[in-house]
């Protein structure tokens, strides 16, 4: 029973960056999109590498995404069929994508 408690302690809800709080101008390389609903809506969250050791950071893109970015795009972004992109955070709370090799 002990461990149980430990394991469901242990359990924590991911943590979401702000895009504010990412360096300006630097490349984060997408490693994954996907669909949430949370209790504002539906949104689009993207997973980024932070750096080449393979830290990641989870965040909420802006809610002008969420049309654009349809199920079969996120599902073929996530499955290798697009391009692999960069967002790369500007100021004021802006974004751009690249696509990346």
Do not use: W
């Not at 991911?14 to 390389?29: A, F, G, S």
């Not at 750096?51 to 809610?63: S, T």
């Not at 969420?66 to 972004?77: E, K, P």
């Amino acid at each position: 029973m002990a461990q149980l408690v430990d394991l469901l302690n242990a359990c924590q809800a991911p943590k979401y960056t702000k895009i504010e709080e990412l360096r300006h101008e630097h490349p984060y390389r997408i490693v994954e999109l996907q669909r949430v609903v949370t209790r504002y809506g539906p949104s689009v969250t993207v997973t980024v590498e932070e750096d080449p050791c393979g830290n990641l950071k989870k965040l909420y893109l802006p809610c002008r995404y969420n049309n654009v970015l349809t199920d079969a795009i996120i599902r073929n972004y996530n499955n290798g069929v697009d391009a692999k992109m960069a967002l790369i955070p500007k100021s004021h709370g802006q974004i751009e994508f690249t696509k990346i090799n």
